[in-house]
């Protein structure tokens, strides 16, 4: 194989370029071919509402990505508006990826190594998944890409005049690469004193080019100017946080209110090996280990989430790309110097076949192995979780959000597609900031806010700002039906005053106390509220869809579940108490007898209203028949929860009503 030195300039430009060119409508190919049709889990549904509505999104802004994502939904012609978001961040994604070939081709002229960084970079899982899904990902990977593209040109530049060229368009993109998403800022602050060493070794550096260099790098943060216009204009009906003062600016842009970055420990990986050292441009290979490993080490010690939790897995697990392009580069890059190695030192040129069938092996395993899983064509999982919850609620409800979940889904659906307009959203938690409502409340017309900020303790702060608690908000709305999703913020409990939560499918409703309960007028009214046929864990446990399932198949269980904590803890006549009981038992037995798969703990609360009924002895109910359910049940459930620390009591609690139902078998024979 051809080495750096044995193949004219020219050549080597044009070939690159082609096969980038090849590399992106590839990639972009595939990518396009596994978009999902409308909106994904997580932050998506809050990035394309406020690309739509032009608003601001969560800390630090992200104002390239919501300005670009907006020229998409109204330039793209097909799909729905979350289609089109997913568009762009695939076409993003392949971007990348031929970024990533160009860079491998430039050093090292091996297009079987520029394919194989593309390739198995693009397709491993983990990239494929959030190049496809409407998040920041895929255009920090793009920018990953360029820096290491323009980094590798900056290196073979002939001359100072084109040296000075591309450090000026490597500073603007450095800024603008900021403004995206600030994990890229760990692979700038390598990349920038690299830049300025090799222009001093040049002797082309001077107080005149450094401020030159500097005014480049600022034009790349110009599009933060969006955050304080978009926020003084206020007409998005989705937005976060008041970016008109400087104090705000600076609050949202170092994400005080969201957040320093929460994520697990990983593992750094092997240190490269002395041939690819030999073989391709040191220096270059040198700054991108460094760049693998200051952003690995950092977020190692920045780890925090329990990875033993799926979902947060999942949400760690992303920040990893950035550092997954790097070592694709090597990998790419070492591929192609053990190639040129063993034909010099086989004295051939034969080898080439072999680097291409490695090459297009691993791309076409890659493929192979997570095609199934990224194939998001027919995934309408949050679509349907967004609109199964807007179509239960009645008319004119106001719905008081909590969580990613409920808050993102249902925000896109509402703003974006336009479902439900008679509904008002609150979000609980922007409720107890102090910009969310002087800024949004002109955009919930019909929902009466007596101050200016949710606090549990109601009164004037020094600022002059005027608070209230749920209470009063329930009090001056109590026109309207109010519901909350999911759950509801455990720091003011003053609506139980005069309110009681009632179960309505995942969601509750906040009812007077005054209304008397009446179970079976609640169980006819939740019984069939959602239209919900995904089967129970056919999704990967760290995947959005999967918490979207369990909760719609928790929603089942909420109304026995509810009527038996009613008859546990309420004092009420024996009568009624044996009623509610009864209630609950009928409605577990129908949901667990009726599904084969259905999440664990339905067992233990089926067993428990066994017992219960046991202990009541109603009329026509069989003691063996009830006690044998009670152990069935208890026994599957101490088989599959094998975390829950009741475990050994349900252990004793097991062999004590095995000892009772034999006794009452025994009694039955004689």
Not at 624 to 640: A, G, M, N, P
């Amino acid at each position: 194989m051809a080495t750096a030195g044995a193949r004219p300039w020219g050549s080597w430009r044009c070939g690159g370029l082609r096969g980038g060119v090849a590399v992106f409508a590839a990639v972009a190919g595939v990518f396009t071919l596994t978009l999902p049709p409308s909106v994904p889990g997580g932050d998506a549904g809050e990035l394309i509402t406020a690309a739509h509505e032009l608003g601001v999104a969560h800390p630090p802004g992200y104002p390239l990505f919501t300005l670009v994502a907006n020229l998409a939904i109204k330039l793209f012609p097909v799909g729905s508006v979350a289609y089109r978001v997913n568009l762009l961040c695939g076409l993003f994604g392949a971007g990348a990826a031929s970024f990533l070939f160009f860079t491998v081709f430039r050093l090292s002229g091996s297009y079987a190594g520029g394919i194989l960084a593309a390739g198995v970079f693009s397709f491993s899982r983990l990239t494929w998944q959030w190049s496809i899904a409407a998040e920041v990902f895929s255009l920090n990977n793009l920018f990953v890409g360029l820096l290491m593209a323009l980094t590798v040109h900056f290196e073979e530049a002939a001359n100072a005049k084109e040296r000075s060229k591309i450090a000026k368009i490597g500073a603007f993109c450095c800024g603008l690469s900021l403004c995206n998403q600030h994990t890229i800022v760990l692979y700038v602050l390598c990349i920038i004193p690299w830049i300025l060493f090799r222009l001093l070794k040049e002797k082309e550096i001077s107080l005149g080019s450094l401020l030159k260099l500097s005014l480049y790098f600022s034009a790349g943060l110009l599009p933060y100017v969006y955050l304080p216009i978009s926020s003084y204009v206020n007409q998005a009906r989705w937005t976060w946080g008041d970016q008109t003062t400087l104090l705000g600016f600076l609050t949202h842009f170092l994400r005080e209110e969201y957040g320093t970055f929460s994520l697990a420990k990983s593992e750094i990986g092997s240190s490269m090996s002395k041939i690819l050292l030999d073989r391709q441009n040191p220096s270059l290979v040198w700054l991108f280990t460094g760049m693998f490993c200051v952003y690995s080490l950092f977020f190692a010690w920045r780890a925090n989430l329990d990875i033993s939790k799926p979902l947060f897995m999942g949400v760690v697990e992303r920040f990893w790309m950035q550092s997954n392009a790097v070592v694709a580069v090597l990998a790419g890059m070492g591929l192609a110097a053990l190639v040129s190695e063993s034909n010099r030192v086989l004295n051939t040129n034969g080898l080439q076949c072999l680097e291409w069938l490695s090459a297009t092996l691993f791309v076409i395993y890659q493929i192979y192995s997570n095609y199934s899983i990224c194939d998001q064509r027919t995934n309408y999982v949050i679509d349907k979780f967004a609109k199964n919850l807007l179509a239960s609620m009645p008319q004119n409800a106001i719905i008081l959000l909590r969580g990613d979940l409920p808050g993102n889904s249902l925000r896109y659906m509402h703003y974006c597609e336009g479902l439900r307009p008679d509904i008002s959203l609150v979000d609980q938690e922007m409720m107890t900031y102090e910009w969310y409502l002087p800024k949004m409340a002109k955009h919930l017309p019909g929902v009466n806010f007596p101050g200016n900020r949710w606090n549990p303790v109601d009164g004037i702060l020094p600022s002059g700002m005027v608070t209230f608690n749920l209470y009063h908000f329930l009090e001056i709305n109590k026109q309207r039906q109010t519901f909350v999703c999911i759950g509801i913020h455990e720091g003011d409990p003053t609506w139980k005053k005069n309110y009681s939560l009632w179960p309505w499918g995942s969601c509750d409703k906040l009812v007077p106390s005054e209304i008397v309960f009446n179970p079976e007028e609640w169980i006819k009214l939740t019984r069939n509220i959602y239209n919900w046929t995904e089967e129970y864990g056919r999704f990967e446990p760290s995947s959005w869809e999967s918490v979207a399932n369990e909760e719609m198949w928790q929603a089942r269980m909420k109304t026995p579940f509810f009527i038996f904590n009613l008859a546990e803890t309420v004092s009420m006549p024996s009568n009624v108490k044996a009623q509610l009981y009864t209630h609950a038992y009928d409605l577990y037995k129908e949901l667990v007898s009726s599904r084969k798969e259905h999440p664990v703990n339905w067992h233990k609360n089926y067993a428990i209203a066994c017992e219960r009924m046991l202990r009541l002895r109603p009329r026509g109910a069989d003691p063996e028949v009830l006690l044998s359910e009670t152990i069935r049940h208890f026994h599957l459930y101490t088989q599959k929860a094998r975390n829950d620390p009741q475990l050994a009591d349900i252990s004793v609690a097991l062999k004590h009503l095995r000892n009772e139902l034999q006794s009452l078998r025994n009694g039955k024979n004689v």
